[in-house]
């Protein structure tokens, strides 16, 4: 982690090597076919987008699923999303959005070599992760108990309005609000699972000192990762939450 | 903290910022949280999902922007992805839609 460790550059280097790629050269992470440090990170970065534009384009399909059953069966849609609980999603986009700073913070830990802090922001985003995850438990819970889990046992009355006047809610269409909902947040859900076990696994690697200055791909790339997985989740509430509370 | 921050790095092409930056993008966020489930128990009519959308879209763009260093992507073929990832989502959003919106114009 310290220049005091590094070995002279071999007679053989030229001097130009020697001036820009000094650590690059004894850098045990740099594999063989790259040039150097910096084009082996941007080939690792662009792989990672290349991945998350798959992401974007797999849950998109499901938004756009979504937008397109809201709007040809818009009143079981507005009803079941009244169903939902907008404070447990609020404090779950709130704890996400905090996970998504340590993230970052790990980033810059890394990045400036400061293995104690870095450990110390990835466990803090396992556990952020899994508190997001425990409050999405309870929400679950809620639908299971209240017969909102599509299958056979599904049930959903009529909703109510203001004045207590009762609107006929088509319950099949209401099924499908909750097919959407639970498709929709379980993939968002295991990729927070994975998430977790991701920085769980930098973590313990972080804690041995692998990443240092020169080297901490996996941490941005995760990082990348779990940015997107929030992002996901900051369309995710407005669109099951909070438009159609007034529906 | 023993270790200590090694100057050498600093100077290598990375942009990120400083830690006070990312916390204040970090209560930026919470602050656009807060309104838009704020916003949600007002009734704007048909106002409600444009503002609840913008301002998902507002903080999609600050992380997309400040935490994933887009802006500071050193790779112009990174950035050619990630400008394509979002394109190809426009395309698969305003297509459909375009079909299902306009159906019902007879």
Known sequence: ?247 | MAEHEDTNHVEHEHTTHSQLFYIAIGVVLLILTVTTAAVAFVNLGPLNPVVALLIATIKAALVVIFFMHVKGASEKLTSAVVVSGFFFLAILLTLSLADYLTRSWR
């Open chain 1, 1 to 247: 982690m310290h220049d005091s460790r590094a070995i002279p550059a071999p007679a053989s280097t030229t001097t130009t090597q020697v001036a820009t790629a000094d650590h690059e050269e004894h850098n045990p992470a740099l594999l063989h076919h790259f040039a150097d440090a910096q084009q082996q990170k941007n080939a690792a970065s662009l792989g990672m987008w290349l991945f998350l534009v798959t992401e974007i384009m797999f849950f998109g399909g499901m938004f756009c699923a979504y937008l397109i059953y809201r709007l040809q069966h818009f009143n079981a849609f507005a009803a079941g999303s009244q169903q939902l609980n907008i404070w447990m999603g609020a404090i779950n986009t709130a704890v996400l959005i905090v996970s998504s700073v340590t993230v970052v913070l790990a980033v810059k830990a890394a990045e400036v070599g400061k293995r104690k802090l870095l450990t110390g922001y990835l466990v803090v985003t396992v556990l952020l992760g899994m508190t997001f995850l425990v409050v999405k438990g309870f929400e679950y819970k809620e639908k299971f108990e209240k017969h909102h889990v599509p299958g056979p046992t599904f049930n959903f009355t009529d909703k109510f309005d203001d004045n207590g006047k009762q609107i006929p809610v088509n319950s099949k269409e209401a099924e499908l609000f909750f097919s959407l909902y639970f498709a929709m947040t379980g993939m968002h859900a295991l990729h927070m699972i994975i998430g977790c076990g991701l920085f769980g696994t930098l973590a313990v690697l972080a804690w041995k000192g692998h990443y240092t200055p020169s080297y901490f791909t996996p941490i941005e790339n995760a990082g990348l990762y779990w940015h997107l997985v929030d992002i996901i989740w900051i369309y995710l509430f407005p669109l099951l939450y909070l438009i159609s509370r007034h529906s």
